[in-house]
């Protein structure tokens, strides 16, 4: 989740910047109309058979029915940063800088935390629950220059932990299939960290899983497949790349959009995946920007999701 990127688009490589060259049953296929500033955050949701998103600078909550199509969208009172599912029912946000609980239906928000109250220049950036229904949320300075931002974990109980620092843009929390490995990115520098997590919820051992190489945009959101491999999507690159556990890259697909910003497995056999994408930086010709996608099964090469996990706060 990005909110600028000064000069990244002028220095995107050539092969960046080529057309798709993928089978025509390859071509993602565009789910909503383009326009999403800062779409963001893909959730899919078993029990209402949706996928949820957010736009981020534009203020909304999205939902897309992944079997009757059918739309939805909530105006925010602020920015909202990401969405996840509570397993008590309903949702858990992010509004600029505070966590709140979500309903809609009827629609409200009560806050719960706020974990940077002295850093008004920061945010909320991506979050994703682990398998122990713990949440792990990150900042980025809004200014896109100053390491001010963290790595957070919230727990059921509400409490606040400080995981990581020295950020300027966090993104992309993500785990291994055992639930032994976080992933989480610092997108400022174009890197994929990974940390061995510990049952109790430590991190330990920081490492780089894999650093971008110039020309194809920044890291963004991730997830990690039945086999545990690491997608990432490229903002700025117009692609997303699936990673071999061992940090090898697997291969990459190419999307009509250049800045995606985030994906998710869906679907009840968790064999569809759906690729969100931001409008804030234009491009000519990028007629496609602030999309949400869905990549085709033979794109995936077979590829299947992990199970959505819930906040047990």
């Excluded at 049953?25 to 949820?52: D, N, R």
């Excluded at 909530?74 to 966590?99: C, L, S, Y």
């Excluded at 039945?226 to 700025?236: F, I, R, T």
Aim: aromatic letters at 8%; charged letters at 25%.
């Amino acid at each position: 989740m990005i909110t600028r990127r000064q000069g990244l688009l002028s220095g995107l490589s050539l092969a960046a910047m080529l057309p798709l060259t993928a089978h025509a049953e390859e071509t993602p296929i565009a789910l909503t109309k383009p326009g999403a500033v800062l779409g963001e955050g893909p959730l899919w949701s078993p029990k209402y058979q949706s996928v949820f998103w957010v736009d981020i600078l534009g203020k909304k909550l999205h939902r897309y029915g992944l079997h009757d199509k059918a739309q939805q969208s909530w105006d925010m009172p602020d920015i909202i940063d990401w969405i996840v599912e509570r397993e008590k029912g309903g949702f858990v946000v992010a509004i600029r800088q505070t966590v709140h609980f979500l309903t809609l239906d009827p629609f409200s928000l009560t806050p719960v935390a706020q974990p940077e109250k002295d850093k008004p220049g920061n945010r909320l950036n991506d979050a994703k629950v682990d398998a122990k229904g713990r949440l792990w949320t990150g900042t980025m300075d809004l200014a896109f220059k100053d390491r001010t931002a963290a790595l957070y974990r919230i727990d059921p109980d509400l409490s606040v932990h400080t995981m990581d620092t020295d950020y300027v843009c966090t993104n992309g929390p993500a785990f291994s299939r055992d639930g032994k490995t976080l992933y989480h990115n610092e997108t400022h520098d174009g890197i994929v960290y990974a940390f061995d997590l510990a049952a109790d919820g430590s991190l330990s051992n920081k490492r780089v899983f894999t650093k971008f190489e110039p020309g194809v945009g920044l890291p963004d959101g991730c997830t990690v497949d039945a086999e545990d491999g690491l997608w990432v999507s490229h903002y700025g690159g117009g692609r997303i790349s699936r990673y071999f556990p061992d940090g090898r890259k697997d291969f990459d697909v190419m999307l009509p959009a250049q800045c995606t910003t985030s994906l998710t497995f869906c679907g009840d056999a968790l064999d569809r995946m759906v690729v969100t994408s931001a409008a804030q930086e234009h491009r000519p010709g990028d007629v496609m920007e602030g999309t949400l996608f869905e990549i085709p099964k033979s794109a995936l090469r077979g590829h299947k999701g992990l199970p959505t996990n819930k906040f047990a706060g």
